[in-house]
């Protein structure tokens, strides 16, 4: 089992950026794809972004290319996300999550492991 803490959260003005953090312990680091996800208040929670345990292969959703990107650092076990050009639509609680296959998923539900979530708030 992995265990995941996500740092990094806070408040900006729109266009602002911010760097998410996401540590992981417990279990082999490169055997994980990464993603994360966000939920905003009264909103299904939606994927945002996921890397490969490689880092070779990177996804986002529509809403947040060209805008967001991940990455991972295997040696300090740590995903990021580096998000610019805020939206006040991006405010919401951003989760990270951990699985083991050969396909990385953009489901949430296919993620087995969850941090606690960070709160991004993005001011207009």
């Known amino acids: 089992q992995v265990q995941l803490v996500e740092s990094g959260g806070g408040l900006v003005q729109a266009g602002g950026s911010l760097r998410l953090s996401c540590a992981a312990s417990g279990r082999t680091f490169t055997n994980y794809n990464m993603g994360w996800f966000r939920q905003a208040p009264g909103k299904e929670r939606e994927f945002v972004a996921a890397i490969s345990s490689s880092a070779g292969d990177t996804y986002y959703a529509d809403s947040v290319k060209g805008r967001f990107t991940i990455s991972r650092d295997n040696a300090k076990n740590t995903v990021y996300l580096q998000m610019n050009s805020l939206k006040p639509e991006d405010t919401a609680v951003y989760y990270c999550?951990?699985?083991?296959?050969?396909?990385?998923?953009?489901?949430?539900?296919?993620?087995?492991?969850w941090g606690q979530g960070t709160q991004v708030t993005v001011s207009s």
């Open positions: 999550a951990a699985q083991i296959s050969l396909v990385v998923s953009t489901t949430g539900y296919l993620y087995p492991y």
